[in-house]
């Protein structure tokens, strides 16, 4: 199984596997972080089934959310359906599906340690931004949590902070910041003999 298999089948079950990682406090960080101004246009990037865009829809923003999970976008589609401020896309880390300098703020969560290439990711985050616009993401402190690898298919056990930073800067961004989200990603391996508890982290740059 891949990591796009994997995300598809648990689609449905998602939001109560999300409640069991870490809580709605991470979310509510990231948005301060952003100094989120109503009616702006915001990216979801690896969306999900929408726990950045519940966020960004609430607080009055136009959000285009992007996930390369078809079940997930769907799932997502369907909750938010009395919503007509927000656009579904399918696209992957390396080729958003969004145009240049065409959002003010870019959000991504947990989204970084399931892509290939961390600074390409960057890059495509800061190509959609418009000139002064915010890229704001939250996730894992580096771990030795094997587990996480195998069984959610992370491709990288967390990051040091200075590597985001450095990958911040090398995109141009400026006013980088990195800070704690205050919250821990928690988790228990399938067979139980392993549970992680990880501080999370949320970076913050403008373009």
Request: aromatic fraction near 10%; proline fraction near 1%.
């Given at each position: ?125 800061t190509r959609i931004l418009k000139p002064g616009g915010k890229l704001v993401l939250t996730d894992l402190d580096e ?65």
């Amino acid at each position: 199984m891949n990591s796009n298999k994997y995300f598809n089948e648990v689609a449905n079950k998602w939001d109560d596997m999300r409640q069991d990682f870490f809580s709605e406090n991470i979310r509510e960080k990231a948005c301060s972080v952003a100094g989120l101004e109503k009616g702006k246009v915001a990216a979801d990037i690896g969306a999900g089934t929408g726990f950045i865009a519940e966020a960004l829809l609430t607080k009055g923003m136009n959000v285009i959310a992007v996930d390369y999970s078809e079940e997930m976008l769907k799932h997502m589609e369907q909750k938010f359906k009395n919503f007509d401020s927000v656009e579904y896309r399918q696209g992957e880390s390396e080729n958003l599906p969004i145009e240049n300098a065409s959002v003010d703020y870019a959000m991504a969560n947990m989204y970084l340690h399931h892509v290939e290439n961390p600074l390409t990711a960057i890059k495509e985050l800061t190509r959609i931004l418009k000139p002064g616009g915010k890229l704001v993401l939250t996730d894992l402190d580096e771990h030795n949590f094997e587990f996480l690898k195998t069984e959610q298919f992370d491709r990288w056990m967390g990051f040091k902070r200075e590597d985001v930073k450095h990958w911040f800067i090398a995109a141009g961004l400026k006013n980088v910041n990195i800070d704690c989200a205050g919250g821990n990603c928690c988790s228990t391996s399938n067979c139980g003999c392993d549970n992680a508890s990880i501080s999370i982290f949320v970076a913050y740059g403008e373009k």
